[in-house]
Every structure is written in C-alpha cells, then in structure tokens.
Nanobody, 121 residues
C-alpha cells in the first residue's frame, strides 16, 4: 500500500518547537520533489516548503523562512519547526510534487499524506 505517513504533531506553546516526520518507506513512486503543506482552520491548504531530493536544495514560504527547516534522512522527510506562533496552527501534510521544477502550489502535488495536527497556543 503506497503511502506517506506523518507523525510528530501535537500541542505546543508559542515560541516552542516541534519536529514532524514523514515516513516515505512505502512510497515507491518518484520523489523528485518532496514538500510540506499546511491547512489552518477555515483556510485553504498552502505550501510551507519543499526539497529537491536529488541535491537537497530547499525553498520555504516567507511566513516560515528562518523558523522552519526541511531535511531528509534515507526514507524520512523532516520538518523542524522552531519559534512556533499561534498562526502556525494547522494540519500539516507531507506531499510528493510533480517535477522537474518544485513548487509550493498545492495543485502541483501528486500524492498527499494523511496529515498531522499542530496546535500552537
């Protein structure tokens, strides 16, 4: 069963940190671009950042740049989220994006994980 499985969400106070993980071990399709997206309550899903799997180059949305970091270790994609703010409250999704050029546009996603809730108070 092909899937992306997120974990690591939870509740944290403003200024705190969380590390989200995405298990890609059973995702057997192309991984040209792997990214993180989020959907705040009542709002549309939007890109947080992505990584080119070939060279590790990353790009982030302006709202998280300098606070969030994407990394990868073998079959796990990580999102290190520091200095969290209440506006970061959302369901966070791991996703595979169509290449060859990565994008923060949700329309470019070809496979979604199930999501993990992050709540910042």
């Amino acid at each position: 069963h092909v899937q992306l499985v997120e974990s690591g969400g939870g509740s944290v106070q403003a200024g705190g940190s969380l590390r989200l993980s995405c298990d890609m071990s059973s995702y057997t399709y192309s991984r040209i671009c792997m990214g993180w997206f989020r959907q705040p309550p009542g709002k549309a899903r939007a890109g947080v950042g992505f990584m080119y799997s070939s060279n590790g180059v990353t790009q982030y949305d302006a709202s998280v740049k300098g606070r969030f970091t994407i990394s990868q270790d073998k079959n796990t994609l990580y999102l290190q989220a520091d200095n969290l703010k209440p506006d970061d409250t959302a369901v966070y999704y791991c996703a595979s994006l169509r290449g060859p050029t990565c994008s923060l546009d949700p329309a470019r996603v070809n496979f979604w994980g199930q999501g993990t809730q992050v709540t910042v108070s």
